[in-house]
């Protein structure tokens, strides 16, 4: 069921990206790849968890009024230590940001998203615990400081704030998963990136 609506949620956001992408602006567009490192906070299930790595790629495209539309793709690994148990988060998200110009080279972005995300657990198999994955939405605060090193490259640091509002997992030893504990995760993000201009 989680992959079918994971599925089935997807096709309406990539439309709307298409769509909005098409009526933007073609200046001044970049792509960025970031790496970075998340941090799970609050009480929920993930905070039992260490933050391995985080990926991302973000497509930058400016329109009017310095707002930018910033569609993303991004993969979070989470691991148990001890355990042997594994998290790979997947997110499709589309981010609002607006560009402010502190110098011809340095600029700090403030940005807003939401977005579709999908947990995977990777349970070793002497636990005999049968954990498939959660799907669900996901939204964001961010700010990005990036700074234009050549032409068509810039440097920038992003640090983020992500809420994921999860489906409830199925009840474990009778015991429901319907609780904020099981289907919220909340995790602050810190990632390099590397964004080029075309």
């Given at each position: 069921m989680a992959k079918i609506a994971f599925s089935k949620g997807i096709v309406p956001l990539l439309l709307c990206t298409l769509l909005i992408l098409s009526c933007a602006s073609a200046q001044n567009r970049g792509i960025t790849l970031q790496v970075g490192v998340p941090f799970p906070t609050e009480d929920t299930f993930l905070t039992n968890y260490d933050g391995i790595f985080a990926l991302g790629l973000v497509y930058t495209q400016p329109t009017v009024f310095s707002i930018q539309l910033r569609p993303a793709v991004e993969f979070e690994r989470f691991t148990l230590e001890g355990a042997g148990t594994d998290i790979n988060q997947l997110t499709f998200?589309?981010?609002?940001?607006?560009?402010?110009?502190?110098?011809?080279?340095?600029?700090?972005?403030?940005?807003?998203?939401?977005?579709?995300?999908?947990?995977?657990?990777?349970?070793?198999?002497?636990?005999?615990?049968?954990?498939?994955?959660?799907?669900?939405?996901?939204?964001?605060?961010?700010?990005?400081?990036?700074?234009?090193?050549?032409?068509?490259?810039?440097?920038?640091?992003?640090?983020?704030?992500?809420?994921?509002?999860?489906?409830?997992?199925?009840?474990?030893?009778?015991?429901?998963?319907?609780?904020?504990?099981?289907?919220?995760?909340?995790?602050?993000?810190?990632?390099?990136?590397?964004?080029?201009?075309?």
């Open positions: 998200g589309l981010g609002l940001g607006y560009a402010v110009a502190l110098s011809s080279r340095l600029r700090v972005v403030p940005e807003i998203g939401v977005g579709l995300t999908r947990l995977g657990f990777d349970v070793p198999a002497e636990f005999d615990v049968s954990l498939d994955s959660q799907s669900g939405f996901l939204s964001w605060v961010a700010v990005e400081p990036t700074y234009k090193m050549l032409e068509r490259m810039s440097l920038g640091i992003s640090l983020a704030y992500r809420t994921a509002f999860l489906e409830a997992p199925e009840p474990f030893n009778g015991i429901s998963g319907d609780t904020a504990f099981n289907k919220r995760t909340h995790v602050l993000q810190v990632a390099g990136g590397v964004m080029y201009h075309f």
